[in-house]
């Protein structure tokens, strides 16, 4: 059974950057879209971007600016830094895989495992 | 257009079929997924494809699709439903993930 977890500070200043890390066991980071998701309290979950384990990325428009989503294959884990952060990204952070099909009758994506989430909260 | 829109609340009575929904254009050239996710924990993948559910997801759920609209519908719902369900899928051009607002299932 594959599982994440995240890690990092759970406190970060304004202006400062945010710095998470998610580790996966039970299975390869290779193959598969690992993506960064985020949920303010009492909101809807935003994607952040995804990085493929050959090391392309893609990043939510509205947060490409200051996001970079790295891997490391060879410790299993994919990381996230946000810069210039202001009290709007406070938020519970998952990490979590996409799975990805395509054939001649459906194509689909989901994302099928997570992490339980961290807290960051930004203040001073 | 990357928008999914979803009702934000819906209820329905225990025992009782709700059929929760998402719009969207991409919905018209990937099938969504769908997300249960209780309070303090995170979101679960329930049905994913056509209408595929994950291993351990109970029969009553099940997923369809028309056009631009995507539902995901629960048959006999059960006091452990009441949750947030969140919708997903790419953008037209797959290169981005999108989530639906979300929506609040009350089981009354």
């Known amino acids: 059974q594959v599982q994440l977890q995240e890690s990092g500070p759970g406190l970060v200043k304004p202006s400062e950057t945010l710095s998470l890390t998610c580790t996966v066991s039970g299975g390869s980071i290779s193959s598969f879209y690992w993506s960064w998701i985020r949920q303010p309290p009492g909101k809807g979950l935003e994607w952040i971007g995804y990085i493929y384990y050959t090391g392309s990325s893609n990043y939510n428009p509205s947060l490409k600016s200051r996001v970079t989503i790295s891997v490391d294959t060879s410790k299993n884990q994919f990381s996230l830094k946000l810069t210039s952060v202001t009290t709007a990204d406070t938020a519970v952070y998952y990490c979590?895989?996409?799975?990805?099909?395509?054939?001649?009758?459906?194509?689909?994506?989901?994302?099928?495992?997570w992490g339980q989430g961290r807290m960051v909260t930004v203040s001073s | 257009s990357s928008e999914l829109t979803q009702d934000p609340a819906v209820s329905v009575a225990l025992g009782q079929t709700v059929r929760i929904t998402c719009q969207g254009d991409?919905?018209?050239?990937?099938?969504a997924s769908w997300y249960q996710q209780k309070p303090g924990q995170a979101p679960v993948l329930v049905i994913y494809d056509k209408n595929n559910r994950p291993s351990g997801i109970p029969d009553r759920f099940s997923g369809s699709s028309s056009g631009n609209t995507a539902s995901l519908t629960i048959t006999g719902a059960q006091a452990e439903d009441e949750a947030d369900y969140y919708c997903n899928s790419r953008d037209n051009s797959g290169n981005h993930p999108w989530f639906g607002g979300g929506t609040k299932l009350t089981v009354l």
């Open positions: 991409s919905l018209r050239s990937y099938y």
């Open positions: 979590a895989r996409e799975v990805y099909h395509r054939s001649t009758v459906t194509t689909y994506y989901a994302f099928d495992f």
